[in-house]
Structures are given as C-alpha cells and as structure tokens.
Nanobody
Framework: VQLVESGGGSVQAGGSLSLSCEVG????????IGWFRQAPGKEREGVAV????????VYADSVKGRFTISQDNAKNTVYLEMNNLSPEDNGMYYC????????????????????WGQGTQVTVS
C-alpha cells in the first residue's frame, strides 16, 4: 500500500469535509501530490495538486476558493479541506502521486500520475 486515503463521507450541501492522504515514500520534494475525483459516468477530474515540501499549489477552477490542499511534512500527509460543498462535488476522490513538477496542466493529465490510492467516497446531498 503506497497512498492511504481517509476521510470523506456524506454531508449536506454547504457543508465541509476533510480528506487525508498518507503519502509514505512519496514524501520527497521531487514529487507532485494531489487529488483527482470521478463521478459515476464522468471522466476523472483533477482537483488540486501540491509540490511536496514546497509551497506551490494548483486548483481546478471548479474548486478554487472552496477547497484547500495542504501538507504536513512531519506526518508525510497531504490534506484536502473542502468547504461549501455542492452535489457537483460528489464522487470518488483519489490521492495521486507522480514524479516531477506540479503545474496547472497536470490536472488535465491523470496519466501523469503513476500512483493512485484506493479512493474515498464523497457524497453531497
């Protein structure tokens, strides 16, 4: 097991949820860590990424101002704080890791991340 997600669950619209991802051996400055999501019948969508050990973050336009990605270097953990959730945020959320820099275009390229967690469900009603 390489990426371990936790958190998620069910919440009413307007509510908040937090996701965590233990990144283990990916906790190095050479990796881009982030979150993708997939709703039933839809393509995978990049949500946010962060350069581990650095300050660079990138967000999808659909979550800017509502979601915050952060990291705890001591715990080798990346977090996704999600506020003002709506039913459009429903889906399975996956923690991802890949070598190289984080940049906006990488949110459009799920195949640019070679490692995926098992996923955690987020349901907004």
């Amino acid at each position: 097991v390489q990426l371990v997600e936790s958190g998620g669950g069910s919440v009413q619209a307007g509510g908040s949820l937090s996701l965590s991802c233990e990144v283990g051996r990916f906790a190095t400055a050479s990796n881009c860590i982030g979150w993708f999501r997939q709703a039933p019948g839809k393509e995978r969508e990049g949500v946010a990424v962060i350069a581990f050990g650095a300050v660079g973050t990138v967000y999808a336009d659909s979550v800017k101002g509502r979601f915050t990605i952060s990291q705890d270097n001591a715990k080798n953990t990346v977090y996704l704080e999600m506020n003002n959730l709506s039913p459009e945020d429903n889906g399975m959320y996956y923690c991802v890791a890949g070598a190289g820099y984080c940049y906006a275009g990488r949110l459009l390229r799920p195949n640019a991340f070679g490692y995926w967690g098992q996923g955690t469900q987020v349901t907004v009603s």
